[in-house]
């Protein structure tokens, strides 16, 4: 009669919770190993990454000598005259050696061979030039064709592979017409392999594609369309996995193909704590199973039937005096506390829904809104207080009325909605409008029925929202103005990282340059790499102050304040900038208050102001002229001008300073580099500071920059109000 019985009903439902688990304990161990492959594959590709990086970076040395003989005008000279003094001075077997190329050869516009260098790098001995190299230079294969063009690449010899540059041979400025072409060789031999595995600490393997492979580099070989843009990662068996990658020829064609192979370490140790984690849940799984079954039955089942047959005879029955007697303090026994009271409650329920009656009416008399309802004929039946105030009537009158025929609710604010083709398509309409006296209203009209099904009549609401359509207006604009200043301190601050991150890169490795640590540079190599040092740096400067324009803007700047020795500060400034000052003979003075001794602030931004006020000064001053550097007590601040002797700033051009990428007559010639944002930090900073700043300025003889912070910082205010901020200029 009622099939199954529950204790059954339970044990059907522990074992598909336990299947269920089950499968989801093998989904997720799947998954699991799955990211655990993907991990691997993760580490292998950077490990991979290594030996490429060891490769190209060897590859892009040679490249890079090759391109400075190349452009330079003692070759450029002998490639026109072939003088014996360029080859005895520059092409000894130890410049090659010191270079760590195995041939060096000279070739003429016409592709002709003008000089050939080759040594063993081992032995530092001459050797014959390989006699296939010398038939594809005749061939006119790596000689370059215009001034910017560059080959580069791999050649297959007989002896063994060699990578290639060849690069037009110009004057050191870079200009032609062009001479001919240098090239520089480097044998990819057994040597230079253990050297990358040494120093990349792996497993390194290379073919050649004109030779025979094993059948994992020939699947390789044969898919090199997809293996020249990625590397190919690969288990080789359950305790190895290799990554591929290839190295083209100097037409762009497979030539070499290697390997590097790595221990299956991660992926083994995960495997087998997998295995033991998830062996442990299902035995975990199935213990439980079994124990949560036996405590139903015993606990719960039981008493459920007892439950079970009290409403079943009660309903039979129908005795409604009967009480159900279950012991324990539970949530069976409240269950059974709860049939016990519902009939009483049964009446109760019915005294609540009629005053739950009357509380709509008088919740609805109390909206705002305006709400009526009609009948099929548009007729009023029911109307709230707030309705019924705009109709300027009470209900009694309203009854019965055709909505249209009240002079208030005729025009626009019935007709909006068709109530005629919501009787008929029972669909609930709404919308919004504005009236011709500008107010904006919205209309919702909701068809009612009875319990057949049929509609009745329409429940409509009307309620006033100018002044939110207007909020709305003036939110929606301060959010497009928001996103506009975030999006534009946002593109800031991303193009100053994208930016500094290749730039730390041109200055570390000029700098390396500078030190020589990979060789001795000529003093021509040292002045150019010195250059590149420098104007790296200024365009770090630059971006830096770009990004903390960003941080500003973007309310992410933050002080760090700290005690330090102000005159200390003051006079490291000083020798930072003497070089600069030296240049137009320009002494920089510095008179300091005796009383001031230890500043509290924060000490990298104190130094940013000062840097920029004491350079434009040394940048504006006239030469052998001095800079003045003074600080003075001010109250509870301390006051520090910079003044100069030099042209000084034009009345008309004076409103332009302390404002982002904005430069006077002066800033804005190319005879001094900047972005216009130095002194609009300066302002910013010494804002964050609580502090003002101020400048005077008379053309043909100079200019005063001023500002002044509190003494001790944070340590004198309580409540981290800021004082009020000026700027005077005359």
Same mark, same amino acid.
């Given at each position: 009669?009622?099939?199954?019985?529950?204790?059954?009903?339970?044990?059907?439902?522990?074992?598909?919770?336990?299947?269920?688990?089950?499968?989801?304990?093998?989904?997720?161990?799947?998954?699991?190993?799955?990211?655990?492959?993907?991990?691997?594959?993760?580490?292998?590709?950077?490990?991979?990454?290594?030996?490429?990086?060891?490769?190209?970076?060897?590859?892009?040395?040679?490249?890079?000598?090759?391109?400075?003989?190349?452009?330079?005008?003692?070759?450029?000279?002998?490639?026109?005259?072939?003088?014996?003094?360029?080859?005895?001075?520059?092409?000894?077997?130890?410049?090659?050696?010191?270079?760590?190329?195995?041939?060096?050869?000279?070739?003429?516009?016409?592709?002709?061979?003008?000089?050939?260098?080759?040594?063993?790098?081992?032995?530092?001995?001459?050797?014959?030039?390989?006699?296939?190299?010398?038939?594809?230079?005749?061939?006119?294969?790596?000689?370059?064709?215009?001034?910017?063009?560059?080959?580069?690449?791999?050649?297959?010899?007989?002896?063994?592979?060699?990578?290639?540059?060849?690069?037009?041979?110009?004057?050191?400025?870079?200009?032609?017409?062009?001479?001919?072409?240098?090239?520089?060789?480097?044998?990819?031999?057994?040597?230079?392999?253990?050297?990358?595995?040494?120093?990349?600490?792996?497993?390194?393997?290379?073919?050649?594609?004109?030779?025979?492979?094993?059948?994992?580099?020939?699947?390789?070989?044969?898919?090199?369309?997809?293996?020249?843009?990625?590397?190919?990662?690969?288990?080789?068996?359950?305790?190895?996995?290799?990554?591929?990658?290839?190295?083209?020829?100097?037409?762009?064609?497979?030539?070499?193909?290697?390997?590097?192979?790595?221990?299956?370490?991660?992926?083994?140790?995960?495997?087998?704590?997998?295995?033991?984690?998830?062996?442990?849940?299902?035995?975990?799984?199935?213990?439980?199973?079994?124990?949560?079954?036996?405590?139903?039955?015993?606990?719960?089942?039981?008493?459920?039937?007892?439950?079970?047959?009290?409403?079943?005879?009660?309903?039979?029955?129908?005795?409604?005096?009967?009480?159900?007697?279950?012991?324990?303090?539970?949530?069976?026994?409240?269950?059974?506390?709860?049939?016990?009271?519902?009939?009483?409650?049964?009446?109760?329920?019915?005294?609540?829904?009629?005053?739950?009656?009357?509380?709509?009416?008088?919740?609805?008399?109390?909206?705002?809104?305006?709400?009526?309802?009609?009948?099929?004929?548009?007729?009023?039946?029911?109307?709230?207080?707030?309705?019924?105030?705009?109709?300027?009537?009470?209900?009694?009158?309203?009854?019965?009325?055709?909505?249209?025929?009240?002079?208030?609710?005729?025009?626009?604010?019935?007709?909006?909605?068709?109530?005629?083709?919501?009787?008929?398509?029972?669909?609930?309409?709404?919308?919004?409008?504005?009236?011709?006296?500008?107010?904006?209203?919205?209309?919702?009209?909701?068809?009612?029925?009875?319990?057949?099904?049929?509609?009745? /009549?329409? +429940?409509? @609401?009307?309620?006033?929202?100018?002044?939110?359509? *207007?909020?709305? !207006?003036? =939110? #929606?604009?301060?959010?497009?103005?928001?996103?506009?200043?975030?999006?534009?301190?946002?593109?800031?601050?991303?193009?100053?990282?994208?930016?500094?991150?290749?730039?730390?890169?041109?200055?570390?490795?000029?700098?390396?340059?500078?030190?020589?640590?990979?060789?001795?540079?000529?003093?021509?190599?040292?002045?150019?790499?010195?250059?590149?040092?420098?104007?790296?740096?200024?365009?770090?400067?630059?971006?830096?102050?770009?990004?903390?324009?960003?941080?500003?803007?973007?309310?992410?700047?933050?002080?760090?304040?700290?005690?330090?020795?102000?005159? /200390?500060? +003051?006079? @490291?400034?000083?020798?930072?900038?003497?070089?600069? *000052?030296?240049? !137009?003979? =320009? #002494?920089?003075?510095?008179?300091?208050?005796?009383?001031?001794?230890?500043?509290?602030?924060?000490?990298?931004?104190?130094?940013?102001?000062?840097?920029?006020?004491?350079?434009?000064?040394?940048?504006?001053?006239?030469?052998?002229?001095?800079?003045?550097?003074?600080?003075?007590?001010?109250?509870?601040?301390?006051?520090?001008?910079?003044?100069?002797?030099?042209?000084?700033?034009?009345?008309?051009?004076?409103?332009?300073?302390?404002?982002?990428?904005?430069?006077?007559?002066?800033?804005?010639?190319?005879?001094?580099?900047?972005?216009?944002?130095?002194?609009? +930090?300066?302002?910013?900073?010494?804002?964050?500071?609580?502090?003002?700043?101020?400048?005077?300025?008379?053309?043909?003889?100079?200019?005063?920059?001023?500002?002044?912070?509190?003494?001790?910082?944070?340590?004198?205010?309580?409540?981290?109000?800021?004082?009020?901020?000026?700027?005077?200029?005359?």
């Amino acid at each position: 009669m009622f099939g199954i019985d529950i204790s059954k009903k339970i044990f059907i439902i522990t074992i598909l919770i336990f299947a269920v688990l089950t499968a989801t304990f093998a989904f997720t161990y799947n998954i699991q190993l799955s990211n655990f492959l993907g991990l691997e594959k993760a580490d292998t590709l950077k490990n991979v990454e290594r030996v490429q990086n060891a490769v190209y970076t060897e590859q892009s040395y040679i490249n890079n000598m090759a391109q400075d003989w190349a452009c330079w005008d003692d070759t450029y000279r002998f490639i026109e005259d072939g003088n014996q003094e360029y080859i005895n001075v520059n092409l000894q077997n130890q410049t090659l050696d010191g270079l760590k190329v195995n041939v060096m050869l000279f070739v003429n516009e016409t592709g002709k061979l003008v000089y050939s260098k080759s040594i063993d790098i081992n032995t530092g001995e001459e050797t014959p030039v390989p006699v296939d190299l010398l038939e594809l230079v005749e061939s006119g294969v790596l000689s370059t064709k215009s001034e910017d063009d560059v080959i580069r690449g791999y050649v297959l010899l007989n002896r063994s592979p060699m990578f290639v540059s060849c690069h037009p041979i110009l004057t050191t400025r870079y200009e032609g017409p062009m001479k001919g072409t240098l090239i520089f060789g480097r044998y990819f031999d057994i040597d230079l392999l253990n050297y990358f595995r040494e120093s990349t600490y792996s497993s390194i393997l290379m073919y050649r594609v004109d030779e025979k492979m094993p059948p994992d580099f020939q699947g390789k070989f044969q898919n090199s369309s997809d293996l020249s843009d990625r590397v190919i990662v690969e288990p080789l068996s359950e305790e190895k996995i290799a990554g591929y990658f290839e190295l083209s020829d100097v037409s762009g064609q497979p030539a070499i193909i290697m390997r590097t192979d790595f221990p299956r370490d991660l992926y083994m140790n995960s495997k087998r704590a997998l295995n033991s984690m998830y062996f442990f849940l299902l035995l975990t799984g199935l213990v439980t199973g079994v124990g949560v079954k036996f405590a139903l039955d015993n606990f719960f089942v039981s008493r459920l039937t007892e439950i079970d047959n009290f409403v079943t005879k009660v309903r039979s029955e129908k005795d409604l005096s009967r009480r159900l007697d279950l012991k324990d303090n539970d949530e069976l026994y409240r269950l059974a506390k709860e049939i016990n009271g519902m009939l009483n409650e049964i009446e109760l329920a019915e005294q609540e829904l009629k005053v739950q009656e009357r509380e709509k009416k008088v919740l609805l008399d109390s909206l705002n809104e305006m709400v009526i309802f009609v009948n099929p004929q548009l007729n009023i039946v029911w109307a709230n207080k707030a309705a019924l105030e705009y109709m300027h009537m009470d209900l009694e009158k309203a009854k019965g009325i055709h909505l249209k025929a009240i002079p208030s609710m005729s025009g626009p604010l019935v007709e909006h909605l068709p109530l005629e083709e919501i009787f008929s398509s029972g669909n609930k309409e709404s919308g919004e409008f504005t009236t011709e006296d500008g107010n904006s209203w919205s209309i919702q009209a909701t068809p009612v029925t009875d319990d057949d099904g049929k509609i009745i /009549g329409v +429940l409509e @609401t009307f309620r006033d929202i100018t002044g939110k359509k *207007a909020v709305e !207006k003036l =939110i #929606q604009e301060k959010q497009i103005a928001e996103i506009a200043n975030r999006t534009k301190s946002e593109f800031l601050a991303n193009i100053s990282h994208e930016l500094r991150t290749p730039l730390n890169s041109i200055i570390g490795f000029s700098d390396l340059l500078c030190e020589q640590i990979f060789g001795e540079l000529n003093e021509k190599q040292l002045r150019y790499a010195g250059n590149i040092s420098k104007s790296g740096k200024h365009l770090l400067s630059l971006i830096n102050d770009i990004l903390d324009l960003s941080k500003v803007e973007a309310g992410k700047m933050e002080l760090d304040y700290t005690e330090f020795e102000l005159a /200390g500060k +003051l006079n @490291t400034i000083k020798n930072l900038l003497a070089p600069i *000052a030296d240049r !137009k003979s =320009i #002494q920089i003075e510095i008179e300091v208050d005796s009383r001031l001794t230890n500043l509290y602030a924060d000490e990298a931004k104190f130094a940013q102001i000062m840097y920029n006020l004491v350079d434009n000064a040394i940048k504006f001053a006239s030469e052998n002229s001095p800079v003045n550097v003074g600080a003075r007590m001010k109250g509870d601040k301390v006051e520090i001008t910079v003044t100069d002797i030099g042209a000084g700033i034009k009345p008309e051009d004076q409103h332009k300073l302390f404002k982002p990428f904005s430069q006077v007559d002066y800033f804005a010639s190319k005879q001094h580099q900047g972005t216009g944002l130095g002194l609009y +930090l300066v302002k910013q900073i010494v804002q964050m500071h609580r502090g003002y700043v101020w400048f005077r300025s008379v053309p043909g003889e100079g200019s005063t920059f001023a500002f002044a912070i509190p003494i001790n910082g944070k340590k004198s205010d309580g409540n981290d109000t800021a004082p009020h901020i000026k700027e005077q200029n005359s």
